[in-house]
């Protein structure tokens, strides 16, 4: 029985999302991919264009499927938006083997495409920034509230928390042990709630 073509379109965002995460993005071909999916070079060309194309469409699919994840914690009914970021923040560390068992997608490619595609590049910066804008958003609370003198800004808290996972999933491969992320994301956790002045040993005020 032939496959339907949403079915064939799943198969070559899945066989790419795997080589992706493995090979990166100049290491994975178009034979590649349709290979691992079992279907034919002209699969492909019936649903993207160019590689480029398959690789941003696996790219947003994985986004999407982290932030439905992300979505479901216990910060989306705090109505106290330190709580509320708190929570978030838990809820991530509780979450880290479903969001990244494999790696970081986008952290993986943005490792290898400097001199690859412009194109990518452009579209994994932009992921990145609209992480840390979203999260900017999100902890400004803890900062609006702080008892402390010389915080952080939002966007640096923000960009620290994209560089704790980044760095402690690389840390965690080379480890072939995940754990590093969940115990360098309740670091950050924890630092946030000194931050906020939620916790019984206060920051330095200097």
């Not at 923000?158 to 760095?167: N, Q, V, Y």
Request: some cysteine; glycine content about 8%; charged content about 20%.
């Amino acid at each position: 029985m032939a496959m339907g073509t949403a079915e064939t379109r799943e198969k070559l965002l899945d066989a790419a999302e795997c080589l992706l995460l493995t090979e990166g993005y100049s290491r994975t071909s178009i034979g590649a991919v349709c290979a691992r999916a079992s279907l034919t070079n002209g699969s492909l060309d019936h649903h993207f264009k160019t590689k480029e194309d398959l690789a941003i469409t696996v790219l947003e699919r994985w986004l999407a499927r982290n932030g439905g994840i992300l979505s479901e914690g216990p910060h989306t009914s705090a109505s106290d938006p330190v709580e509320a970021a708190l929570l978030y923040i838990g809820h991530v560390a509780d979450s880290a083997g479903r969001l990244w068992s494999s790696g970081c997608l986008v952290g993986s490619l943005s490792m290898d495409l400097a001199a690859s595609s412009d194109r990518m590049q452009q579209c994994v910066e932009a992921m990145f920034k609209g992480f840390v804008a979203e999260h900017a958003e999100l902890f400004a609370p803890l900062i609006a509230t702080s008892p402390h003198r010389n915080t952080p800004t939002p966007e640096d808290l923000a960009e620290m928390f994209l560089s704790t996972i980044e760095g402690a999933i690389v840390v965690g491969k080379s480890y072939r042990d995940p754990s590093p992320l969940v115990r360098s994301i309740r670091c950050f956790g924890y630092f946030a709630q000194q931050l906020a002045g939620r916790d019984a040993a206060p920051l330095t005020t200097e």
